[in-house]
């Protein structure tokens, strides 16, 4: 199980990308009053100018300051296996429990939830706000993408069986983008829900997971399996990126960083890595705990990273 423990990548990017020196890059490490076991996972910057994140084991969601205090909800959560967390064109914060209900929390703790219209078996995993107003959300199991209205009506979309959708993000194409672990592709969804899949140039093995709109007006994406980053352009070329990279690292989520460029974690190589829109890697473990399993990575309000 992975140790509940929430980081923060500290404010020295700028002389980390000058001077290329781990030394630089500092870590916090904040637990106290993140429940022992609650596997935190997902995390966002919220409205308020928190971060807020899931507990998968847990159950609750939490609110973290850039002080570090961190505050544990879980009264209305029914569901379990929380997931994805993003914040909403509405002012509250939405996230997935895979049980099969979306969720959502006001700033101030109040939570409601959202199940009719989800197929049975669909395990929501990924969430996004789009262009459109609405949230997006992938359903792992279900093999269908789903978009849910600030009033809880859900709408559903078929990909194929199979394809594992797993994380999604709203591109610069005006579409929104997902990863399709299993069936190895890309896929893009217009929202009017017409689908779009991408394959040529990401490898075998790849493993496609987590994805972010970058600052080069392209997609970048992490390959779980295949220990790579992945960036494919709104037409849908492919070019994927190793050097530089810890093998059997295992990157899973990325997220687009205040000094332009991306960031992502390392689920086995206890790191987080950082890529150019240019493609050079540098990769960063001084301060993160032995044993850690690092999950979800987002931009804070205060110009750091921060990551579960």
């Known amino acids: 199980m992975k140790p509940c423990r929430i980081l923060l990548g500290c404010a020295l990017l700028l002389s980390c990308l000058l001077s290329g020196d781990a030394s630089s890059q500092a870590v916090a490490e904040f637990s106290s009053g ?16 928190n971060l807020w994140f899931t507990e998968l084991s847990g159950n609750q969601i939490a609110r973290i300051t850039p002080l570090g205090l961190v505050t544990e909800i879980s009264s ?22 895979q049980t099969g209900v979306i969720g959502k929390i006001t700033p101030l703790g109040v939570v409601t939830e959202f199940s009719t219209g989800i197929s049975p078996s669909a ?30 009506v ?15 993000t ?18 893009r969804i217009t929202y009017a829900g017409s689908v779009t899949e991408f394959s040529t140039g990401i490898s075998a093995d790849a493993g496609p997971s987590g994805i972010v709109a970058g600052p080069d007006g392209n997609l ?29 690292a295992a990157p899973v ?8 460029n991306l960031w992502f974690t390392e689920s086995s190589g206890q790191q987080i890595g950082r890529i150019t829109p240019l493609g050079v890697v540098s990769e960063f473990g001084t301060g993160i705990a032995a044993g850690s399993w690092l999950a979800g990575i987002a931009a804070g309000p205060d110009g750091n990273l921060w990551y579960t």
């Open 253 to 260: 989520a990325i997220a687009s960083g205040a000094d332009g």
């Open 170 to 187: 709203a591109g610069p194409d005006g579409n929104l983008w997902f990863t399709e672990y299993s069936s190895n592709r890309i896929g």
């Open 220 to 248: 970048w994406f992490t390959e779980y399996d295949g220990g790579r980053i992945g960036r494919i352009t709104p037409l849908g070329v492919v070019t994927e990126f190793s050097a530089g990279i810890t093998a059997g």
């Open 123 to 152: 395990q929501p995993l990924a969430i996004a706000a789009g262009a459109d107003g609405n949230l997006w959300f992938t359903e792992y199991n279900g093999s269908r993408i789903g978009r849910i209205t600030p009033q809880g």
């Open 34 to 49: 993140v429940t022992a076991g609650s596997a935190p996972v997902g995390i966002t910057a919220g409205p308020d100018g």
């Open 76 to 97: 209305g959560i029914t569901g379990g296996f929380l997931a994805g967390i993003t914040a909403g064109p509405d002012g509250n914060l939405w996230f997935t429990e």
């Open 154 to 168: 859900i709408t559903e979309f078929n990909i194929g069986s199979g394809s594992g959708p797993s994380a999604i």
